[in-house]
């Protein structure tokens, strides 16, 4: 779809904001992530940086696993802008102490706890820029989950 740049910009682009935008639910190193308020069922990520490209990875991703046994894990992803800057994913709910598995798929790698999260009643991860499915496959074996930042808490 074509558009003037200038209509983009301005009071358009902050009306744009307002009506699609919604409680900011969190950050990582080069996202941040909002309640997409058209639908609140999806979260919309925004990449900060140009040059890690998670948003695009996560849309190649969901595009593989989609169909597959293994797409159980993932949060799917709804659209993706043209450039990648924005993603629309199904929101998940945050998961407590309790409910994380003890066991993963050999191929999820960043095993923060709050990458994963509940959806329809199943764990899946939400924030799978980075994964190992190119070097392990989508392999059935699981691992033990290291979560690693529940020390912090």
Not at 3 to 28: A, M, N, R, T, Y
Not at 73 to 81: Q, T
Not at 86 to 93: E, S
Request: net charge negative.
């Amino acid at each position: 779809m074509s558009h003037p740049e200038d209509l983009f910009s301005g009071v358009v682009q902050e009306d744009l904001w307002e009506l699609c935008i919604g409680e900011k639910l969190g950050q990582g190193m080069s996202r941040h992530v909002y309640v997409w308020e058209p639908d609140p069922t999806l979260v919309v990520k925004i990449e900060t940086l140009k040059s890690n490209w998670y948003n695009i990875e996560e849309f190649n991703t969901w595009n593989v696993i989609e169909h597959t046994k293994h797409a159980r894990w993932f949060a799917p992803v709804v659209a993706i802008a043209g450039g990648g800057s924005m993603l629309l994913q199904r929101r998940t709910q945050p998961l407590r102490r309790e409910e994380l598995p003890a066991k993963l798929p050999t191929f999820f790698t960043d095993t923060k706890s709050k990458n994963f999260g509940l959806l329809n009643g199943q764990v899946v991860c939400h924030d799978y820029g980075i994964h190992m499915l190119r070097e392990r496959g989508m392999s059935s074996r699981m691992i033990n989950a290291d979560w690693w930042d529940l020390d912090e808490e």
